[in-house]
């Protein structure tokens, strides 16, 4: 299940937008202020940053900033009533991914929602993340790069192994994956997962991706 982080002081909409994504299948996690906000930030992991601007204690330019710098890496949506080309602008510098003007309709943010939290793509301080000794990851180019060498990644392995590296560690259940992987109009197949699966360990390599059974993957890199 995927975890949300709300941030907004009107009690009404923030109750209203946590009943809604909840009703979709998401956890939320909402506070009104920005200091909590800060303090839920480091307590756990989430998969979106959903930040109001105008907000108590420290506001969603300056919060979302502040995460960026701290390492966290988590695509994040700005919903405020700000609509200025210069507040727009200091949003996408700030780290933001998408920015959606009140008021605004609930399918519209469920759509700007599920494509952030589908396409897997999270921030990261550095452009490269090391998978191995010889191993690493370009997450500007979707590229691995092995010895030095650039080996391309189909779109579903990249996909893959975006959520296996954002998930290292953890075992992923196969109902997951497919969420993952796999669009709403799509049929899912675990004979293609496997494909995928094995694709990608013959190119990084058996060890790091391991089957629990009845269970799901677990990712691991070479400390």
Sequence with gaps: MS????????????????????????????????????????????????????????????????????????????????????????????????????????????????????????HEAKELILISKNIAYSIKNNELIIDGETVSLGHKESMLLKLFMKNENEVIAHERIYEHLWDYNEEPSDTALRTYIKNLRKIIGKERIVSIKKQGYKFTAEK
Excluded at 17 to 36: I, M, P, R, W
Excluded at 63 to 76: S, T
């Design 3 to 122: 975890k949300i982080l709300l941030l907004e002081d009107d009690a009404n909409l923030n109750e209203t937008v946590t009943d809604f994504l909840e009703e979709k299948g998401y956890e939320v996690v909402s506070v009104y202020d920005g200091y909590e906000a800060q303090e839920k930030l480091y307590e756990s992991k989430y998969d979106l940053l959903l930040f109001d601007v105008n907000t108590p204690g420290i506001n969603g330019f300056d919060l979302l900033r502040e995460a960026r710098e701290g390492n966290v890496f988590a695509p994040a949506i700005f919903i405020t009533s700000l609509d200025s080309v210069d507040d727009l602008e200091k949003g996408f510098k700030s780290g933001c991914d998408d920015y959606i003007r009140k008021p605004f309709s609930l399918k519209e943010l469920y759509i700007r929602v599920e494509t952030l939290i589908k396409r897997g793509f999270y």
